[in-house]
């Protein structure tokens, strides 16, 4: 059990690769192909499983290191650059392993019956990105955390480019392509941190907490930070680098989509939070108005442009270019309470969005199309459907006593409570309306009204199978709504760190507020 | 009595000199041994003059072994330095020879040409480069290019009843020995200079005179005739042609060993002789690093011959290596040896798998070739994958540390010198990464996304499997845990500071 616990960012980490070697070594034919999807799924179910020892034994003593990270690994690797095999989590990390393994798992149990042809790679791949995209988030080496960065890219656009609909291709290399630009320019910027950090102290190291507490020259810090920018705005994506990803959603199969809105984009948004902020705070600083302003621009523009759409999937990727401008605006405007709250909304547009997108595959599975105008008055002969939808639709804009709310309301407080920012602040609100707007625009069209198309007349409604894929993320819509604690307890050691790197002088007055929202819940925050 | 003596002291020079040049001569008298067992082997068991060879290569590389544990030295009055640059140099156009020669019996059974000298040849250009690589003078240099040369131009021209290979070989002999006259116009000069051939006498002479025109021009001849060995734009012209009418397997090998071997000639000559015109050489290099980048990799994204996209593909390799040569630095040495082992065995993995297209009556020469890939073997299509990704410098892949060096060759010159040159080469070579991207992926979609054309089995052999094992693991090993290739680089760009 010590060597489990000692070990468990290892095991959850290359526990989806088993499954691989499994389903690789698996007999082949049709008649097989359940026993491959059985495998992937409780692979999936055990991966989730065993990453949950990561959540009960966080503030178990035994596995805290001196840095303050959890279940720590550090090893040598490449020791003639000083590369090291460095793997640790703290509560931002770890709340997006946990979401990892989470929609990793509902996103296999999603595909049982969509997915019909070369079952055996399609798992592959769904297991090897569940790999990398875990590594990501553990990682604390930089050079790590960017093979990592890159090796998701591979299986994901195998997964569009062979299951997804007509312009797949065109789709799958728009994403590889994009975001393998970002992150080259990436590099580029972390190899002027590794020189610059050797001619700082001498040792050779890409150690990301040894980064942090770099002092580093203002010009530096500002190319390196625009090239790690264009590596994470790409991915989030941001206003305007966003152009990759409705047609990457669009084109690709359901469980791609989950995982690409749920997890990958949680990458962008983790790299800002982890590396861009506490490493490079001038520069985070100096841009901040710019950086506002592109969240703002693509909170507005996403809702508006989804607002418009046709195509239901398509809808839902620009929903949630506008959400992780959301997200986006929190992370930069670093006041404990915004950043907190934008780290909070990345889970839970990773939980609604990732319903949505399982939502829109239910009725494409049935009906392939996704084109809105196909549907109506689905709630008639789908009712479990429609009651989901409901749920999801509301947790998506933002209904007090689910997740959106919490976030959203965090978002705008921490934003709204810095008198220089205030005005984003009540331009970002103005999203939330726009939301408000195309969702429930997009539920009334599709679930109200008459039946008029006979194929939907005999529409099966949610199967057992379907339903369990929702249930989790419907639990846990209600859980950060109502109890958001469980989740921000974890959140506040690292934010408070961060904030106090990037806006030293903002923390004694705030630390107060981050208590009041947390007292919504009713308990203060403990101290940690 | 005084003959005898003469005798004796000649033989005792010999035999301390050659010690240093045995890997060299192991391959040349296995070579040559070879053409004889050439007539004495029956047509239908032509096969087994590879094996000899591979021993020959082997011994060689036993040879190698030795000296690289009995240390290091100089023989023939300084017209060889066998250093741990030489020998790092040495080891991969050996490993590439060796490579190459068991990937190719099938395939020339299949081209209906299995002949010894094709072996022979492979021999002798191998025991070519190892002189150049070890060449510490002009003429040593030159003997070992013209060596390695000559054979080549034969090798590319072995398919005598194919017109394009006849063309190729025409063509590159042509402008090979244009280039080669360009180069010994620049070593001339060089020479007037300082009245000696030896590199560090000519290093010395320049470095008093760095900026008489003799010395200028010199070394413009000689940039100029070593970019067209390693077919850099705008000396890349004959690249295409000679690689796509070349037998697939000399393919294979030009694109790695002669380009290792003429690259390791433009390290040692830049740094140890022409040190002191870092300047001038840096901006020639690096624009012409940035023409190869770009150009190699816009050509080849328009090409539907996998030969000349794989052609186009090497180019714009040989302009990232080019890139550590521009940062003249120590790192920038390092991330060159680094750039061009790895590339040994990711790029003659790809040609590996070339070749297993290559059945009789069937060409397997287009990206169409490729469809359908995966389904007739799944593993071929995922080796193939991987040797793409490679090349594209996905992580955690060898092509990527190779890259990865590279930038942080060019970025560390950056930060030290300051130079806004080193940043946008740093730019370009970032942006390139994407482009070639797109162009392997082509490939990958053929293999994975199309339907499966033509149904004929593929062309394995043993050596083939072999090859393709040796090159898989090494991507992916040395990919992942690169600490002994970088570890030995380091050693090797130490006698060249």
New interface residues.
């Given amino acids: 059990m010590d060597f489990f616990m000692r070990n468990i960012l290892n095991i959850v980490t290359y526990f989806p690769l088993v499954g691989v070697l499994l389903i690789i070594l698996w007999p082949k034919g049709k008649e097989h192909e359940d026993g491959i999807r059985w495998i992937a799924n409780l692979v999936g179910f055990i991966g989730f499983v065993i990453s949950l020892p990561l959540m009960l034994s966080f503030d178990n003593p035994k596995y805290i290191g001196a840095d303050g990270m959890r279940f720590g690994l550090d090893h040598e690797?490449?020791?003639?650059?000083g590369a090291r095999y460095h793997l640790g989590i703290d509560g931002i990390s770890l709340l997006l392993t946990l979401l990892t393994t989470l929609l990793g798992s509902i996103a296999i149990l999603s595909s049982w019956s969509a997915i019909q042809e070369r079952v055996r790679e399609y798992y592959c791949y769904l297991l090897l990105l569940q790999t990398g995209m875990i590594g990501v988030f553990v990682a604390l080496d930089f050079f790590l955390f960017?093979?990592f960065w890159?090796?998701m890219?591979?299986p994901m656009?195998?997964l569009i480019?062979?299951w997804g609909s007509e312009r797949r291709?065109y789709s799958a290399?728009k994403f590889?392509?994009y975001t393998?630009?970002g992150s080259?320019?990436m590099?580029?910027g972390i190899?002027?941190l590794?020189?610059?950090q050797h001619?700082q102290t001498g040792v050779w190291s890409f150690d990301i907490l040894r980064y942090q507490r770099l002092s580093i020259p203002a010009e530096l810090q500002w190319w390196v930070f625009l090239a790690f920018f264009l590596g994470f705005a790409i991915k989030v994506p941001m206003f305007p680098f966003h152009t990759w990803l409705p047609d990457a959603h669009t084109d690709a199969p359901t469980a791609a989509s989950v995982i690409l809105a749920g997890v990958l984009l949680k990458m962008g948004t983790y790299g800002f939070v982890r590396i861009s902020l506490p490493v490079l705070p001038q520069a985070t600083l100096h841009f901040l108005p710019w950086m506002m302003t592109l969240c703002v621009i693509g909170i507005i523009y996403g809702a508006l442009v989804a607002m418009m759409q046709k195509d239901w999937k398509r809808l839902v990727a620009y929903s949630s270019v506008s959400h992780l401008g959301f997200c986006m605006l929190g992370v930069f405007a670093a006041t404990p309470v915004a950043l907190q709250g934008g780290i909070l909304q990345m889970i839970n547009h990773g939980i609604s969005t990732g319903a949505l997108f399982l939502i829109v595959g239910i009725v494409y599975e049935r009906r392939h199309t996704r084109l809105i105008a196909e549907y109506s008055g689905l709630s008639h002969v789908m009712p479990l459907y429609a009651t989901v939808f409901l749920i999801m639709t509301m947790s998506s804009i933002g209904l007090p006593a689910l997740n959106g709310f919490i976030g959203e309301f965090m978002i705008l407080q921490g934003v709204f409570g810095d008198n220089n920012l205030r005005f984003w602040a009540i331009l970002g609100a103005s999203g939330i309306v726009l939301g408000a707007a195309y969702m429930l625009w997009l539920y009334q069209r599709t679930m109200f009204g008459k039946v008029d198309k006979p194929e939907n007349q005999k529409l099966q409604d949610l199967n057992l199978r379907e339903l369990a894929t929702f249930v989790p993320l419907i639990i846990l819509a209600f859980w950060i709504g109502l109890y958001p604690k469980t989740f921000l307890q974890y959140l506040d050691r690292p934010v408070i760190q961060i904030v106090q790197r990037v806006r030293p002088g903002i923390l004694q007055g705030q630390e107060i507020k981050t208590t009041a929202v947390v007292m919504k819940s009713g308990q203060s925050t403990t101290e940690r | 009595m005084d003959q005898y003596n003469v005798a004796s002291e000649v033989f005792s020079f010999l035999r301390k000199n050659a010690a240093y040049i045995g890997p060299q001569i192991h391959l040349v008298m296995w070579g040559m041994g070879l053409l004889i067992l050439d007539f004495l082997i029956p047509k239908e068991k032509k096969r087994l003059i590879s094996l000899f060879a591979l021993l020959g290569i082997a011994a060689a590389m036993v040879h190698w072994y030795r000296l690289y544990h009995a240390g290091v030295g100089r023989a023939f009055f300084d017209m060889i330095s066998l250093d741990s640059f030489s020998l790092f140099f040495q080891l991969t156009v050996l490993i590439a020879a060796a490579l190459t020669v068991m990937m190719s019996y099938r395939y020339l059974d299949e081209e209906g040409e299995q002949h010894g000298e094709y072996y022979a040849l492979i021999l002798f250009a191998t025991s070519g480069m190892m002189f150049m690589v070890a060449a510490l003078d002009l003429v040593t240099i030159f003997v070992g290019l013209e060596l390695m040369s000559i054979s080549v131009y034969v090798l590319v021209g072995f398919l005598r009843f194919n017109l394009k290979s006849n063309e190729a070989s025409l063509k590159y002999f042509l402008l090979g020995a244009f280039s080669t006259g360009v180069l010994l116009y620049g070593m001339s000069l060089l020479y007037g200079i300082s009245g000696s051939t030896n590199l560090q006498v000519i290093g010395y002479a320049v470095s008093q005179n760095p900026t008489s025109p003799a010395v200028v021009l010199g070394m413009i001849g000689m940039l100029a005739g070593l970019f067209f060995k390693v077919a850099a734009v705008p000396f890349h012209m004959w690249a295409p042609d000679a690689y796509e009418g070349a037998p697939t397997s000399v393919t294979a090998f030009m694109s790695v060993a002669v380009k290792a071997a003429a690259f390791a000639v433009f390290f040692r000559v830049l740094m140890v002789s022409l040190g002191s015109l870092r300047d001038l050489s840096t901006i020639l290099i690096s624009v012409v690093a940035i023409l190869t980048m770009t150009v190699g990799n816009w050509a080849a994204v328009t090409q539907s011959n996998i030969k000349r996209l794989l052609a186009y593909s090497s180019i714009s390799h040989a302009g990232y290596v080019l890139l550590g040569l521009a940062t003249g630095s120590e790192l920038g040495i390092r991330a060159g040896a680094v750039y061009l082992f790895l590339y040994t065995f990711m790029n003659l993995g790809a040609w590996a798998v070339v070749l297993l297209l290559r059945r009789r009556d069937i060409p397997g020469e287009q990206i169409d070739d490729f469809n359908g890939l995966f389904f007739r073997n799944p593993w071929v299509a995922g080796l193939m994958l991987l040797f793409l990704?490679s090349l594209g410098?996905?992580?955690?892949l060898a092509g990527?540390i190779a890259k990865?060096y590279v930038?942080?060759a060019v970025?560390?010159e950056y930060?030290t010198a300051g130079s806004k040159l080193m940043l946008w080469l740093?730019?370009i070579a970032?942006?390139n990464?994407?482009v070639a991207?797109?162009y392997y992926?082509k490939i990958v979609?053929a293999m994975?996304?199309k339907e499966l054309s033509e149904p004929a089995e593929l062309s394995f052999s043993v050596g083939n499997t072999i090859t393709l094992i040796i090159t898989a693991a090494a991507t992916i090993i040395l990919g992942i845990?690169?600490?002994v290739v970088?570890?030995f680089a380091?050693v090797a760009a130490l006698p060249l500071l």
């Fill in positions: 690797w490449i020791t003639a650059i960017y093979v890159e090796v890219l591979v656009y195998f480019g062979i291709l290399i590889f392509l393998l630009f080259v320019v590099l580029l190899l002027a590794y020189f610059f001619s | 990704l410098g996905i992580p955690p990527f990865y930038f942080a970025i560390q930060l740093a730019i970032v942006l990464a994407v991207l797109y992926v979609v994975f996304m845990y690169p600490n970088i570890r380091e």
